[in-house]
């Protein structure tokens, strides 16, 4: 039974490890988006950058998810095999 908890501690710390950036603030005024430009451009651009990262880590978790699917599907089909 050990060594069915260890794997679903794995899984929950590679999901919460793909955390959405938050979303950049833009004010409504236009006043205070001339005012603020340069770091709400510098905010933006960092939003950018991470949610590339929150897509890459969501296609990496992705793979390892289908990966592991199919090992479970042919530790089933032992399973059966065996208790057939």
Same mark, same amino acid.
């Given at each position: 039974m050990?060594?069915? +908890?260890?794997?679903? /501690?794995?899984?929950g710390?590679?999901?919460? /490890?793909?955390t /959405? @950036?938050e979303? @950049?603030?833009? @004010?409504? =005024? @236009?006043?205070?988006? #001339?005012?603020? *430009? $340069?770091?709400?451009?510098?905010?933006?651009?960092? %939003?950018?950058? $991470?949610?590339?990262? %929150?897509? =890459?880590?969501l $296609? /990496?978790?992705? *793979? #390892?998810a289908?990966?592991? *699917?199919?090992? +479970?599907?042919?530790? %089933?089909? #032992?399973? +059966?095999?065996?208790?057939?």
């Open positions: 050990l060594g069915l +908890v260890v794997p679903l /501690a794995s899984i710390q590679i999901a919460n /490890a793909c /959405a @950036p979303r @950049p603030f833009l @004010p409504e =005024r @236009p006043e205070d988006i #001339r005012e603020y *430009a $340069d770091l709400l451009r510098s905010d933006f651009e960092g %939003y950018i950058a $991470d949610i590339q990262e %929150y897509f =890459r880590c $296609d /990496a978790e992705r *793979a #390892r289908f990966q592991e *699917a199919r090992e +479970v599907s042919e530790d %089933y089909g #032992r399973l +059966v095999e065996i208790l057939e």
